[in-house]
């Protein structure tokens, strides 16, 4: 395994190196703030790492932003107290690590045996049984090591590239645009809804305008609609002031119901709602089935909002703020007489 940098940031651990590595089982997840399949593993890793630690598994994640605000030590370590990620986390802000490990799809794991070779790696198609199956492999390598038996501790979710779909709102990445009109790139400009909408494509209306790698509501009213038939949607957003953002959010042209809100939305008696106020997903919509035909969805902003990412899953949205439930169990069911101790170093 290639060594660390020694001048790259770690949150939640001191550096790690080979030697303090050396006779450890390690996975290593490489992924992106921004990203909403690297967040959902999240809840995974946070499974595994409860159940093996005690045992000697040490788990590193590597953080490679996307965006220049996902740089910021300050915002991924919030992000890490606000979700109670449990593992050290190495920001990658050059990419120097990415591609010493030739991580070219984010996300991935590398699965590490104790004598620092990489075993296997996973990317684009996986599940999160084969992994933890894959982990315990290797640690049962060591005969001093005696493993407990662990079936519903730890997700055994399928994960394919078809269960999502990212569309980049900057102009530099721009994708699955429907609008007629032509861009004017850094310029305040004024959309409106075409009379036919397709799907899997966003449309604009009112004053918006299109950044290198985000894309700014400008008016009051700008709205934006997207007719689909993935299961849930979220967006990575920002509000562009120092207020709280409120967003109205509809489902073919009503507020939504109980059943399909997402974490962020909620609905207040007249209009389903959802407040923007530091820049991360934020998850609006959760249907329980996939849908037969499209289904059209509208977000209206009532002030100024800097968009990054549309995220459309058939996965659910999996991470939830300040829940350890399920990480309490599966620490249980490996070993009940210890107490998970959060945010620890690896020690040598």
Known sequence: MPEFDPALQWIHSVPATRKILAGKVTL??????????????LVFLNQLYAVYRP???????IHVPHFEFEKSSDTISAFSELFDLDFPILLDNQGGMKALY???RIPSFYL???????????????????????????????????LPTVTDAISKLSVT????????LGYQGLSHFGNLEKIRTQMDQKFAYPEYL???QFYLQGEWRFEADSLRALGKYSS????????????MANRSENQILKAVITLNGVPLSNDVLGQDTFFDGTETIAKISEPRHHHFLNLQDKPDHPQLWEITFEGPADLYVISLSDMPFQLTQKKLDVDKK???IARPDEKVRLKTTIQE
């Not at 045992?55 to 994640?61: D, R, S």
């Not at 070779?117 to 198609?125: A, E, G, M």
């Open 330 to 332: 599966a620490a249980a």
């Open 161 to 168: 590239p078809s269960m999502f779909l990212e569309i980049p």
């Open 112 to 146: 590490i045996n104790a004598q620092g070779k990489i075993r296997k790696t996973f990317f684009d198609n996986y599940t999160h049984e084969a992994i933890s199956r894959s982990v315990s492999g290797l640690m049962r390598d060591n005969p001093k090591i005696i």
């Open 198 to 200: 397709e799907g899997d």
């Open 224 to 235: 934006l609609k997207i007719r689909t038939t993935f299961k849930t949607l979220s967006l």
């Open 28 to 41: 290593i997840y490489f992924w992106s703030f921004s990203n909403y399949e690297s967040l959902n593993n």
């Open 55 to 61: 045992y000697g598994l040490v788990v590193i994640t």
């Open 102 to 104: 030739q991580a070219f």
